[in-house]
């Protein structure tokens, strides 16, 4: 469990830095959902194992780039949408906004600060294909030579606007998207809406000191 927790965080931040990578050949020729995914790996990938003398990425020093790029490619509104349930068209538009950011703040801040701790280098990625089903995608990879043999990764992606965006990532049969929905399924069990997101506020707020 330990394993796949951690997998799951370098396997987010790969998909985040291979659209980061990507982007300008993407607004220039719209791609499929398998080129979206494919285009940038291998430098996201490069980026990881390419570290400075201190042996660190630090990636927070690139904070608001990185995210203003990746929203472009990322559809943190359904991702966020998705994970809250049943309980996001209860919410009033101000509220399911201030979600959202706090959600994708929380993916960023938790992702980054496990990544840039990050040593293993003999990770490559398969690109085993894609599904197509009208606006949805899901693009089908593996992540191999990582400790313990290799690790199925699916990408969800919808076609918005135009453009192929990521809403969930399953790893090893765990989607990013139920995670979050038991964990937040939990918390609204036993507290309010608002109580959740002061939980996220606080939660944001201390990785952000932490830097």
Known sequence: MVRRDFLSRIVVMVAMFSLLLSAPALAADAQGPLQVIQSGTEKAMAIIHDRKPDGKLHLRERRNEILQIVDQYFDFEEMARRSLGA??????????????????????????????????????????????????????????????????????????????????????????????????????????????????????SALNKSV
């Open 87 to 204: 309980g996001w068209k209860s919410q009033p538009a101000q509220k399911q906004e201030t979600f959202v950011k706090l959600f994708k703040d929380l993916l960023f801040n938790t992702y980054v600060d496990r990544v840039e701790n990050y040593t293993a280098t003999n990770e490559k990625v398969v690109f085993d294909g894609q599904k197509l089903d009208g606006d949805y995608a899901v693009v089908n990879t593996r992540v191999t030579g990582y400790k313990g043999g290799d690790v199925d990764v699916f990408y969800s992606l919808r076609l918005k606007n135009g453009q192929w965006k990521v809403y969930d990532v399953v790893i090893a049969g765990v989607s990013l998207v139920n995670n979050y929905r038991s964990q937040f399924s939990s918390i609204l069990a036993k507290e309010s809406f608002d109580d959740l997101l002061k939980t996220m506020n606080e939660k944001v």
